[in-house]
């Protein structure tokens, strides 16, 4: 029997039969991608998982029976592009975002609690050690604070220069800085939120350049306070860091405890895999991060704009308060879970 | 090392980078890892596309901004070029393609690892983990320059230590990079194939026919390139596989190249398509009928 005149079951007959749909499915597809689910009408809502199925069910007969490479790979690529679409977003974007700061922020940041204390902890040892170091030997002060990043705030310095810096005296700093302000703002906001991903980022190391880097942060505070007291200036200094240290110092201290769950993650990874714990302490940090950012923009809006408007400083540490209860508030507050 | 051996590696290497993906009706999709070099591809175009944008931008307040002075544009470069490298990343990865322009040129895509679907946070976690396998190296570097009191040597093991880092995905068989194994995700082929029209089934003008022997010294793997080689239409490489099959199975140059490459291939397709269905997989010629 020669080979051509065999009965042909033949996968040309199988292709005819199913080809209307996968083409269907294709259009409806490529609609999906480009305008979202709104675009379709009900009709071909309802038309998607049968044909999504019928492209599947015809992907496993044609692996089965056809030899047709171009065939498998069309099938291949549409099953994998319709299982995602079809399997994938559930949610609006709006209603992700609404989530978001409703409960899934506020619960991811609850979530990490005890290494957010530790962080904490770390920061305020950081703080400790410059400033006792620096109150008893101010050269010390130049270990810590590096040359560019301290303006001339140095033990070197006249109480009226550094009274100057925090917004008071005569040479208040609005009129020589006047127009530096916003750059100053926007350097503030970039740098810090670059150290804050960069101590969460580290995290996977086991936590530890985390934990420096915090602690390293703690550093740079503490001898920053111990030359305006020295000075007889700390109630103002903290008056002038308040405003916007309480948000900057917890978003910070936010970022090195979601660092530390993925880095406790892969040290301890209890019953579950290496891998899974860090997948899935990595979700809550994310959570946490984007968090932290909204968080640094903030601080970095009071550091740039509200601090240099408002000078007096009572007001500046009630504005500092006033945001502090309402992250606390808004984090540690108990509410309801969202179910969905 | 022989061809069979040499077919069979090939094959076992296309073979690793397929991953089990099986959806909730039991098929198994057999996702691709998508290679290193699609990965720095689809990363370059995103990063010149950022530079483009804000560069666009900048032009753009110059031209609708009175003569801009010097601290908004640097403003610009300095807040834009962070948010954009942030959020580009996460924005275009929140679609439902799941993937950057970059991405979606090289026809790659991120998918989460477990088969689940690809949650926000898993997104932002592995693109913020970006900044540290980019910025790192570069950093140990600027340290490098500007600090004198380091030894060149510190340096060089901090570049090392960071590019471990950022080469990470290297190293694994998954490609993950370290941002992937800390969200959970992968990243994966997801081209489109457009569907070809089917070679086998129009009408057979002039066909010529083959006996059961002469069918008998191919498998599915030379079926496969033949039809690459058809689909292709090059004349020469055509020219070259009709004379091999020719020398092969000892027939003479009578016919055009692409009527006997056309009536050979439908009718090994055919062959082989029938031992399917009774169950005998033939891959290749090495293999026995």
């Given at each position: 029997m020669s080979a051509a005149s065999l009965p042909t079951f033949s996968t040309s007959r199988f292709r005819d039969e199913r080809e209307a749909d996968w083409i269907a499915f294709d259009i409806l597809l490529t609609k999906l991608e480009k305008k979202?689910?709104?675009?379709?009408t009900s009709d071909e809502l309802l038309q998607l998982p049968i044909l999504y199925r019928a492209t599947l069910s015809s992907l496993s007969i044609a692996r089965a029976t056809s030899l047709d490479k171009a065939l498998l790979d069309h099938l291949e690529a549409l099953s994998i592009r319709g299982y995602f679409l079809v399997y994938?977003?559930?949610?609006t974007r709006w209603s992700r975002i609404r989530r978001f700061f409703l409960y899934d922020w506020p619960a991811a940041v609850r979530a990490v609690w005890k290494e957010t204390l530790i962080i904490a902890l770390v920061i305020i040892l950081g703080a400790l050690t410059s400033w006792s170091l620096v109150a008893h030997n101010p050269e010390w002060y130049f270990n810590f604070v590096p040359e560019e990043m301290s303006g001339g705030r140095d033990p070197r310095a006249t109480v009226e220069f550094l009274q100057s810096t925090l917004?008071?005296?005569?040479?208040?700093a609005g009129s020589e800085k006047e127009s530096g302000l916003h750059v100053f703002a926007t350097y503030l906001f970039t740098h810090n939120s670059q150290v804050s991903i960069l101590s969460f980022a580290l995290g996977f190391a086991f936590g530890v350049p985390t934990m420096m880097l915090e602690y390293y942060q703690g550093i740079s505070l503490g001898a920053m306070l111990a030359v305006f007291t020295g000075k007889g200036l700390g109630v103002d200094f903290g008056g002038w860091l308040f405003i916007h240290g309480t948000t900057e110092l917890f978003a910070a201290a936010l970022s090195g405890a979601a660092g530390l769950r993925i880095g406790a993650a892969v040290v301890f990874p209890g019953a579950r895999g290496r891998l899974e714990a860090a997948s899935d302490a990595g979700r809550t940090a994310g959570k946490v991060m984007v968090g932290v950012i909204l968080m640094l923009l903030v601080a970095g809006l009071l550091e740039g704009f509200g601090r240099q408007l408002i000078t007096d400083t009572v007001l500046r540490y009630a504005i500092g308060t006033v945001m502090l209860l309402f992250w606390l508030a808004y984090y540690y507050i108990p509410r309801r879970e969202d179910v969905a | 090392m022989t061809a069979a051996a040499r077919n069979a590696r090939l094959r076992g290497s296309q073979a690793k980078k397929i991953r089990e993906f099986v959806t909730p009706e039991g098929v198994d999709l057999e996702l691709r890892i998508a290679s290193s070099g699609l990965r720095l591809g689809a990363l370059i175009v995103d990063l010149i596309a950022i530079t483009v944008t804000l560069f666009v931008f900048n032009l753009l307040v110059d031209w609708i901004g009175h003569a801009t002075p010097r601290d908004i544009a640097f403003i610009i470069w300095m807040l834009g070029a962070f948010v954009l490298r942030t959020f580009w990343f996460i924005g275009f990865e929140l679609g439902?393609?799941?993937?950057?322009p970059g991405k979606r040129l090289m026809g790659i895509r991120v998918v989460a690892r477990d088969g689940g679907r690809l949650t926000a946070d898993a997104v932002v976690a592995r693109n913020l983990i970006r900044e540290l396998e980019l910025f790192l190296p570069l950093m140990m570097v600027g340290v490098g320059a500007s600090e004198d009191m380091v030894s060149g040597w510190t340096v060089a093991a901090g570049v090392i230590w960071s590019l471990t880092l950022s080469l990470f995905?290297?190293?694994?068989r998954d490609r993950m990079r370290m941002g992937d194994l800390i969200a959970g995700t992968w990243v994966v082929m997801a081209q489109r194939a457009k569907l070809d029209s089917d070679i086998s089934a129009s009408a057979e003008a002039g066909a010529m026919l083959f006996t059961e022997a002469e069918l008998s010294v191919y498998g599915i793997f030379e079926l496969q390139e033949l039809e690459r080689i058809l689909r292709a239409r090059d004349p020469r490489a055509m020219r070259e596989v009709a004379d091999t099959i020719r020398a092969k199975i000892g027939r003479p140059v009578a016919e055009e190249d692409d009527v006997f490459l056309l009536s050979y291939y439908r009718q090994l397709k055919a062959r082989l398509e029938r031992g399917l269905l009774f169950g005998k997989r033939r891959e290749d010629k090495y293999a026995s009928e």
């Amino acid at each position: 029997m020669s080979a051509a005149s065999l009965p042909t079951f033949s996968t040309s007959r199988f292709r005819d039969e199913r080809e209307a749909d996968w083409i269907a499915f294709d259009i409806l597809l490529t609609k999906l991608e480009k305008k979202g689910a709104v675009a379709l009408t009900s009709d071909e809502l309802l038309q998607l998982p049968i044909l999504y199925r019928a492209t599947l069910s015809s992907l496993s007969i044609a692996r089965a029976t056809s030899l047709d490479k171009a065939l498998l790979d069309h099938l291949e690529a549409l099953s994998i592009r319709g299982y995602f679409l079809v399997y994938g977003v559930r949610e609006t974007r709006w209603s992700r975002i609404r989530r978001f700061f409703l409960y899934d922020w506020p619960a991811a940041v609850r979530a990490v609690w005890k290494e957010t204390l530790i962080i904490a902890l770390v920061i305020i040892l950081g703080a400790l050690t410059s400033w006792s170091l620096v109150a008893h030997n101010p050269e010390w002060y130049f270990n810590f604070v590096p040359e560019e990043m301290s303006g001339g705030r140095d033990p070197r310095a006249t109480v009226e220069f550094l009274q100057s810096t925090l917004g008071h005296g005569k040479a208040a700093a609005g009129s020589e800085k006047e127009s530096g302000l916003h750059v100053f703002a926007t350097y503030l906001f970039t740098h810090n939120s670059q150290v804050s991903i960069l101590s969460f980022a580290l995290g996977f190391a086991f936590g530890v350049p985390t934990m420096m880097l915090e602690y390293y942060q703690g550093i740079s505070l503490g001898a920053m306070l111990a030359v305006f007291t020295g000075k007889g200036l700390g109630v103002d200094f903290g008056g002038w860091l308040f405003i916007h240290g309480t948000t900057e110092l917890f978003a910070a201290a936010l970022s090195g405890a979601a660092g530390l769950r993925i880095g406790a993650a892969v040290v301890f990874p209890g019953a579950r895999g290496r891998l899974e714990a860090a997948s899935d302490a990595g979700r809550t940090a994310g959570k946490v991060m984007v968090g932290v950012i909204l968080m640094l923009l903030v601080a970095g809006l009071l550091e740039g704009f509200g601090r240099q408007l408002i000078t007096d400083t009572v007001l500046r540490y009630a504005i500092g308060t006033v945001m502090l209860l309402f992250w606390l508030a808004y984090y540690y507050i108990p509410r309801r879970e969202d179910v969905a | 090392m022989t061809a069979a051996a040499r077919n069979a590696r090939l094959r076992g290497s296309q073979a690793k980078k397929i991953r089990e993906f099986v959806t909730p009706e039991g098929v198994d999709l057999e996702l691709r890892i998508a290679s290193s070099g699609l990965r720095l591809g689809a990363l370059i175009v995103d990063l010149i596309a950022i530079t483009v944008t804000l560069f666009v931008f900048n032009l753009l307040v110059d031209w609708i901004g009175h003569a801009t002075p010097r601290d908004i544009a640097f403003i610009i470069w300095m807040l834009g070029a962070f948010v954009l490298r942030t959020f580009w990343f996460i924005g275009f990865e929140l679609g439902s393609r799941a993937a950057t322009p970059g991405k979606r040129l090289m026809g790659i895509r991120v998918v989460a690892r477990d088969g689940g679907r690809l949650t926000a946070d898993a997104v932002v976690a592995r693109n913020l983990i970006r900044e540290l396998e980019l910025f790192l190296p570069l950093m140990m570097v600027g340290v490098g320059a500007s600090e004198d009191m380091v030894s060149g040597w510190t340096v060089a093991a901090g570049v090392i230590w960071s590019l471990t880092l950022s080469l990470f995905l290297l190293f694994n068989r998954d490609r993950m990079r370290m941002g992937d194994l800390i969200a959970g995700t992968w990243v994966v082929m997801a081209q489109r194939a457009k569907l070809d029209s089917d070679i086998s089934a129009s009408a057979e003008a002039g066909a010529m026919l083959f006996t059961e022997a002469e069918l008998s010294v191919y498998g599915i793997f030379e079926l496969q390139e033949l039809e690459r080689i058809l689909r292709a239409r090059d004349p020469r490489a055509m020219r070259e596989v009709a004379d091999t099959i020719r020398a092969k199975i000892g027939r003479p140059v009578a016919e055009e190249d692409d009527v006997f490459l056309l009536s050979y291939y439908r009718q090994l397709k055919a062959r082989l398509e029938r031992g399917l269905l009774f169950g005998k997989r033939r891959e290749d010629k090495y293999a026995s009928e």
